[in-house]
């Protein structure tokens, strides 16, 4: 195989040209010594050796100066340099023969191929020409110097041949490096544009189930169609968390997972996620409990989202693998100060248990404990490596404790600055109420609209539709609306590409994204186009109607207290 630098003539031209610059350099200061030795010593042909330093200094001046220039330049100074060296050591003796090691650097770092070695071959010899010099030398001395000038001329050959290649090999390696980032940075983007596609593609349909059924489940309707349309949502919500996982994991895979840091209620967190469990606990008839320590505040700063989303995954998982007996989820407080706390949290079961042997898995992504699981219990795999991943991202560690037919506990401890109070804690149940105020929503899913529509009829609003973005700026610019929510994917013009027409055009009402694309990209995109916020697909009506209060106003009052401290079992 040949050598890698020897199939890159690209990378050993470049090595050549730099070469070449450092040795125009070195080539200046050689030739300024030379000339001060002539003004010192005074040698017998003062003209010839004057015009031997002159012309080296004003060659490698020009080879600095024009760089475009530097090799033909330097096959000049070795035109001049192999004729004239000689005459030089026959004209004056062993002075110049002793400056011999120090100029056979030359052809290494300014010549290649013939050139190169024809140059060093003369210089490396001038020094056997002293005997036909007319003056009298030390024969001794000039022995040794032959010696010394042959064995270091090959010396640093060698060593410079070998830097060269290193230089070559080294540059080849930055070139594969580089292509490999290029590579590595063409398949992100390309994961990018996958899951942001994805991500629409998915949601959009997922909109629909969940938001039709989320409206049908608001109005009256008969007891016996409740329960199938309540278990076609929770599939929904359940569908929609696996997704999300995906996309954390992607995002926690390229660095790029933000963490929220605002003040929320621990406790309220906690009870959250019992409650949205709580049936699914009881139709395997199994106890939910939440237990809280009556010393901790829970009145904290943190990402209540990216917490929340832990403590489901832990609490899912218990609840999937417990047959019999309770799941318990904690929270006590340890290590604190005036202004921070160290809370740990822990989700307790008396289920199936994990082998020793298995529990080192457990945290890889796609990996469940064995083969059988996922027949018998569903599951991508990921839960716990989202798990791992966030409760590492917000400064914890996340541990296990289990035996087989023993249970499992999962546990983690988590820093967290106190907070004096919580505003916009407390899910509001109550829907908030408009009158005489317009809504125009641009979307091209008809489904979509359906749900969008009758969410915000709920509420008082007026709602015009628009079937794409060319569609919204027609309509807007002819009718005075109060708010837009726009679709960021539709036909002809898109959502980011409308939002700014109607910047263009002044029109400055309140512009929200109404998207299924929850990939940072596309954000950032759309609310550089001038939108004002954002409202991810599905629809979370508890989002949706803060969205309405903080741009609309309205009658919601988003504002709670937080309870300091307490004890709670449910």
């Given at each position: 195989?040949?050598?890698?630098?020897?199939?890159?003539?690209?990378?050993?031209?470049?090595?050549?040209?730099?070469?070449?610059?450092?040795?125009?350099?070195?080539?200046?200061?050689?030739?300024?010594?030379?000339?001060?030795?002539?003004?010192?010593?005074?040698?017998?042909?003062?003209?010839?050796?004057?015009?031997?330093?002159?012309?080296?200094?004003?060659?490698?001046?020009?080879?600095?100066?024009?760089?475009?220039?530097?090799?033909?330049?330097?096959?000049?100074?070795?035109?001049?340099?192999?004729?004239?060296?000689?005459?030089?050591?026959?004209?004056?003796?062993?002075?110049?023969?002793?400056?011999?090691?120090?100029?056979?650097?030359?052809?290494?770092?300014?010549?290649?191929?013939?050139?190169?070695?024809?140059?060093?071959?003369?210089?490396?010899?001038?020094?056997?020409?002293?005997?036909?010099?007319?003056?009298?030398?030390?024969?001794?001395?000039?022995?040794?110097?032959?010696?010394?000038?042959?064995?270091?001329?090959?010396?640093?050959?060698?060593?410079?041949?070998?830097?060269?290649?290193?230089?070559?090999?080294?540059?080849?390696?930055?070139?594969?490096?580089?292509?490999?980032?290029?590579?590595?940075?063409?398949?992100?983007?390309?994961?990018?544009?996958?899951?942001?596609?994805?991500?629409?593609?998915?949601?959009?349909?997922?909109?629909?189930?969940?938001g039709l059924t989320d409206v049908v489940l608001s109005h009256d309707i008969s007891e016996s169609a409740r329960p199938n349309l309540e278990k076609i949502q929770r599939s929904?919500?359940?569908?929609?968390?696996?997704?999300?996982?995906?996309?954390?994991?992607?995002?926690?895979?390229?660095?790029?997972?933000?963490?929220?840091?605002?003040?929320?209620?621990?406790?309220?967190?906690?009870?959250?996620?019992?409650?949205?469990?709580?049936?699914?606990?009881?139709?395997?008839?199994?106890?939910?409990?939440?237990?809280?320590?009556?010393?901790?505040?829970?009145?904290?700063?943190?990402?209540?989202?990216?917490?929340?989303?832990?403590?489901?995954?832990?609490?899912?998982?218990?609840?999937?693998?417990?047959?019999?007996?309770?799941?318990?989820?904690?929270?006590?407080?340890?290590?604190?100060?005036?202004?921070?706390?160290?809370?740990?949290?822990?989700?307790?079961?008396?289920?199936?248990?994990?082998?020793?042997?298995?529990?080192?898995?457990?945290?890889?992504?796609?990996?469940?404990?064995?083969?059988?699981?996922?027949?018998?219990?569903?599951?991508?795999?990921?839960?716990?490596?989202?798990?791992?991943?966030?409760?590492?991202?917000?400064?914890?560690?996340?541990?296990?404790?289990?035996?087989?037919?023993?249970?499992?506990?999962?546990?983690?401890?988590?820093?967290?600055?106190?907070?004096?109070?919580?505003?916009?804690?407390?899910?509001?149940?109550?829907?908030?109420?408009?009158?005489?105020?317009?809504?125009?929503?641009?979307?091209?899913?008809?489904?979509?609209?359906?749900?969008?529509?009758?969410?915000?009829?709920?509420?008082?609003?007026?709602?015009?539709?628009?079937?794409?973005?060319?569609?919204?700026?027609?309509?807007?610019?002819?009718?005075?609306?109060?708010?837009?929510?726009?679709?960021?994917?539709?036909?002809?013009?898109?959502?980011?590409?409308?939002?700014?027409?109607?910047?263009?055009?002044?029109?400055?009402?309140?512009?929200?994204?109404?998207?299924?694309?929850?990939?940072?990209?596309?954000?950032?995109?759309?609310?550089?186009?001038?939108?004002?916020?954002?409202?991810?697909?599905?629809?979370?009506?508890?989002?949706?109607?803060?969205?309405?209060?903080?741009?609309?106003?309205?009658?919601?009052?988003?504002?709670?207290?937080?309870?300091?401290?307490?004890?709670?079992?449910?």
């Open positions: 195989m040949p050598k890698q630098y020897s199939t890159k003539p690209e990378s050993f031209g470049e090595v050549t040209s730099a070469l070449q610059k450092a040795g125009f350099k070195i080539l200046l200061v050689f030739s300024l010594l030379i000339l001060a030795v002539i003004v010192i010593a005074q040698p017998q042909n003062v003209y010839v050796a004057v015009f031997f330093g002159l012309s080296w200094c004003a060659i490698s001046i020009a080879g600095i100066i024009f760089s475009n220039y530097k090799e033909p330049l330097a096959k000049l100074w070795a035109i001049l340099t192999i004729p004239v060296a000689p005459y030089l050591v026959i004209s004056n003796g062993l002075m110049p023969a002793t400056l011999v090691p120090i100029a056979t650097i030359f052809p290494i770092l300014l010549l290649s191929n013939g050139w190169r070695i024809s140059a060093m071959v003369v210089l490396a010899c001038c020094t056997f020409l002293v005997p036909f010099y007319e003056g009298d030398y030390d024969k001794g001395l000039w022995l040794r110097l032959c010696v010394t000038n042959l064995v270091v001329s090959l010396l640093i050959y060698a060593l410079a041949s070998q830097l060269e290649k290193a230089l070559v090999e080294s540059k080849n390696k930055t070139l594969e490096l580089n292509r490999a980032l290029a590579s590595e940075k063409q398949a992100s983007a390309a994961q990018s544009r996958f899951l942001a596609t994805m991500s629409h593609e998915i949601r959009t349909p997922l909109n629909g189930i969940l929904g919500l359940s569908l929609n968390r696996i997704l999300n996982d995906i996309l954390d994991l992607s995002k926690l895979n390229a660095g790029k997972l933000a963490l929220e840091i605002i003040p929320f209620d621990l406790k309220s967190t906690a009870k959250d996620c019992v409650a949205f469990y709580a049936q699914l606990a009881q139709n395997k008839g199994i106890s939910l409990r939440i237990e809280v320590d009556k010393t901790l505040n829970t009145c904290v700063v943190g990402d209540a989202t990216r917490l929340s989303q832990v403590l489901n995954n832990l609490v899912s998982n218990a609840i999937k693998f417990t047959h019999q007996g309770s799941v318990t989820l904690g929270l006590s407080k340890g290590e604190a100060s005036k202004t921070h706390q160290f809370v740990r949290f822990s989700v307790k079961d008396t289920g199936d248990g994990i082998d020793a042997s298995e529990q080192e898995r457990v945290f890889d992504a796609f990996t469940q404990a064995n083969s059988s699981i996922n027949r018998m219990h569903g599951g991508t795999g990921l839960g716990l490596q989202i798990v791992k991943s966030l409760v590492e991202a917000m400064g914890g560690t996340v541990c296990l404790k289990s035996a087989v037919g023993q249970g499992s506990e999962f546990y983690f401890e988590l820093p967290f600055e106190i907070a004096d109070s919580v505003i916009g804690a407390k899910e509001q149940e109550s829907t908030p109420s408009f009158s005489n105020l317009t809504v125009l929503v641009a979307e091209d899913n008809d489904i979509n609209q359906v749900v969008a529509k009758s969410l915000l009829e709920d509420t008082g609003l007026k709602v015009t539709l628009a079937n794409n973005g060319k569609e919204a700026v027609e309509i807007a610019l002819k009718q005075h609306f109060d708010l837009i929510l726009m679709d960021l994917h539709m036909p002809e013009m898109n959502g980011s590409e409308a939002a700014l027409a109607l910047r263009k055009a002044n029109i400055t009402i309140p512009i929200i994204a109404f998207t299924a694309a929850v990939v940072a990209e596309e954000i950032d995109k759309a609310l550089a186009s001038g939108m004002n916020g954002y409202l991810t697909k599905p629809v979370n009506k508890t989002e949706l109607h803060a969205v309405l209060t903080k741009y609309l106003g309205g009658e919601m009052s988003t504002e709670s207290s937080c309870i300091a401290k307490g004890e709670y079992t449910e």
